[in-house]
């Protein structure tokens, strides 16, 4: 076996798409320790600073005094604790929704919802740069899978047109998109959904905490919460803490209870990760400077960037990737970013599609203006050795 997975592996170093892990030390902080160095973290999701806020380390320790250290079963069975019917009453009030459920993570929050949503016989359009997750409970659910060109609406009214026999149309969109960072256009979105008799579900993943009143996220950001039928979400990115989460109502949870198999065959999340998820929620609503620290220090980046000449894909949210072309000048500009100082991660194909390799950059509420001024000089030097910028705006 070892001989064949080596040769695959060999074929994907040949073409600069072999990936490794990078071990950090201490806490996700704005800054990490690599090696021995201090670098400041770009590549993070810890946009609000919560992952290492005293409060929620501090709700995280207490709760596993308290409840212990694992749920031990599914919620089915005997997981379901009193932290999680707590945790999943605080997102129904922030999501505006009437309830809320409560997945090990997004990645099988996905998986389960689309599979309970649709299934054999129903149809469902999925956004061209949805994240894995969504792609991958599309295809589990054995629905047809119809894949729409990025955020081209008229694509997919022709495809849900076409579809129109289907017992059940299911759209799955990210709310902000991970690699790009620009929004679904929710407000067209919505309404196209509804014309059409199709179900939306809205992948908040990134948008929560960081978009719209609150940071209650990308649907709230478009006014449409309340028409979305399902707004799912993480709680490993901006809350701090681990798992996901399914807001909409009564009835869909109840549904999702008795079909999502993630959630009826995963042990249920342990207590001090609802404990933790519970205190950044309360810390984002008493703490609203860190919003705005967040989105005052996207904008700064964002100008930095512009003034560099790179292009950034028009992303107005805390996620900005620098385009650069090939995955080598990705890779090599990563690399030599790093030995700056600066830790941001070259994302390639198949992640991304072929020639739009590109550094992501993600900034955190906690980054200094220090800590972006050394990542910009540092971005801008390592740019012009694999000819970008410079003004030269690349398409
Ligand atoms: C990170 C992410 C997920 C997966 O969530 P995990 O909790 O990390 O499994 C799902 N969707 C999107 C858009 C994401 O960015």
């Not at 040949?14 to 806490?27: F, M, P």
């Not at 309340?226 to 701090?240: F, I, Q, S």
């Not at 209870?257 to 009826?264: L, P």
């Not at 989105?295 to 003034?307: I, K, M, T, V």
Request: charged residues 25%; glycine residues 10%; proline residues 4%.
């Amino acid at each position: 076996m070892d001989r064949a997975l080596r040769e695959e592996l060999q074929s994907l170093r040949a073409r600069d798409l072999y990936r490794e892990l990078r071990w950090v030390e201490g806490a996700q902080g704005p800054t990490v320790r690599w090696r021995g160095r201090e670098v400041i973290l770009l590549a993070g999701n810890n946009y609000l600073g919560l992952a290492d806020h005293p409060r929620v380390k501090e709700a995280a320790a207490r709760a596993a005094r308290e409840f212990g250290t694992s749920a031990s079963a599914s919620r089915l069975i005997s997981g379901s604790m009193e932290l999680h019917r707590a945790l999943e009453e605080k997102l129904a009030r922030f999501k505006g929704t009437e309830e809320a459920l409560v997945f090990g993570s997004g990645y099988l929050a996905n998986l389960g919802l689309i599979g309970a949503l649709v299934g054999p016989g129903d149809a469902v359009f999925s956004d061209a740069l949805n994240h894995a997750s969504i792609v991958d409970g599309c295809r589990l659910s054995r629905a047809e899978v119809r894949v729409f060109p990025h955020k081209d609406l008229g694509a997919l009214e022709e495809a849900l047109e076409g579809a129109r026999a289907s017992r059940r149309k299911l759209i799955a969109v990210d709310g902000l998109f991970s690699m790009d960072g620009d929004l679904a256009p929710l407000d067209r979105l919505v309404p196209l959904a509804r014309r059409q008799g199709a179900w939306l579900v809205v992948d908040e993943a990134h948008a929560t905490g960081c978009l719209g009143p609150g940071g209650r996220g990308a649907a709230a950001h478009f006014g449409v919460a309340a028409e979305v039928e399902v707004l799912m979400g993480t709680l490993g990115k901006a809350l701090g803490a681990y798992g996901a989460f399914v807001c909409g109502s009564k009835t869909l949870v109840e549904y999702l209870v008795n079909r999502a198999r993630s959630f009826i065959f995963s042990t249920a999340l342990p207590p001090p990760v609802l404990a933790a998820a519970i205190a950044a929620l309360e810390v984002i609503e008493e703490e609203p400077e860190r919003l705005a620290a967040l989105r005052g220090n996207a904008d700064y980046f964002r100008e930095g960037l512009a003034s560099l000449g790179l292009n950034f894909l028009g992303s107005l949210s805390q996620i900005l990737p620098i385009l650069v072309g090939r995955a080598p000048d990705a890779l090599a500009m990563a690399s030599e970013l790093l030995d700056a100082g600066v830790f941001l991660l070259a994302i390639r194909p198949p992640t991304v599609p072929e020639g739009t390799s590109r550094l992501r950059a993600s900034v955190m509420a906690t980054h200094s203006r220090a800590h972006l001024d050394r990542a910009l000089e540092a971005i801008g030097k390592a740019a012009r050795k694999v000819g970008l910028g410079g003004g030269a705006l690349r398409a």
